[in-house]
């Protein structure tokens, strides 16, 4: 069975500081990836996603990126980080077909102060 | 464009029926539904074809109008469990070019 892991779990940072978020997907080959952020009391809010390795696509124009270095790991990242970036960071992962289910990994929840 | 979910907000008694739906502005291939728990990430209920059939997750059932562009979730006899928020995403038909798109959510509390 597929399963997805995320972590950290919880994050405290101060302004200005990096950001590296971790995904990893086992149980599955070529799966599309995707970064979700939901501030609280809010959905859920496309922030990259990928078909493939080294394949990003962006959605929000903001000071975070991503990375696909390996099939099945999605890398969150940013080199400085505004108060703005507080939430909750999911990744999600679904199958190359046209239903597109995503399932949804634990999160990170991001605190910057 | 992202689809509108109503109410934004119920809350039942234990046992009781409730009804959330889904809305979209353009013609839709699928509609999938996840319920989220407080802290917790969004879990995968159901998810709803054009020209499927109507769905159902132990006592949650929906429907898909494909015609109106809407889908309905029905629960049932609400447990205490069924609380948290009920997300519903949309694709559209053109569905080579298209994500998942959630809407705002529906906040659902159950007491007892």
């Known amino acids: 069975s597929q399963t997805i892991h995320q972590w950290p779990a919880t994050l405290v940072q101060p302004v200005g500081s990096p950001l590296s978020l971790e995904c990893t997907v086992e149980?599955?080959?070529?799966?599309?990836l995707y970064w979700y952020r939901q501030a609280a009391g809010r959905g859920l809010q496309l922030l990259f996603y990928?078909?493939?390795?080294?394949?990003i696509s962006s959605e929000v124009p903001q000071n975070l990126s991503a990375s696909r270095p390996q099939d099945r790991q999605f890398i969150l990242s940013s080199k400085k980080l505004l108060l703005s970036d507080s939430g909750f960071y999911l990744c999600?992962?679904?199958?190359?077909?046209?239903?597109?289910?995503?399932?949804f990994g634990p999160g990170t929840r991001l605190t910057v102060l | 464009q992202q689809p509108v979910q109503s109410p934004q907000a119920v809350i039942l008694r234990e046992g009781e029926d409730a009804v959330i739906n889904c809305s979209s502005s353009k013609a839709l291939y699928s509609v999938h539904w996840y319920r989220q728990k407080h802290g917790e990430a969004p879990v995968f209920l159901m998810i709803?074809?054009?020209?499927?059939e109507q769905m159902r997750h132990e006592k949650i059932s929906a429907s898909f109008n494909e015609k109106k562009q809407q889908s309905s979730l029905y629960l049932t006899a609400s447990q205490l469990s069924y609380s948290g928020t009920y997300f519903c995403g949309t694709i559209g038909s053109n569905f080579g070019n298209e994500k998942l798109t959630f809407g705002t959510g529906t906040r659902l509390t159950i007491i007892p």
């Open positions: 709803l074809l054009k020209g499927g």
């Open positions: 149980g599955t080959s070529n799966p599309n």
């Open positions: 990928s078909v493939g390795i080294g394949q």
């Open positions: 999600a992962w679904s199958v190359m077909e046209n239903t597109d289910t995503q399932y």
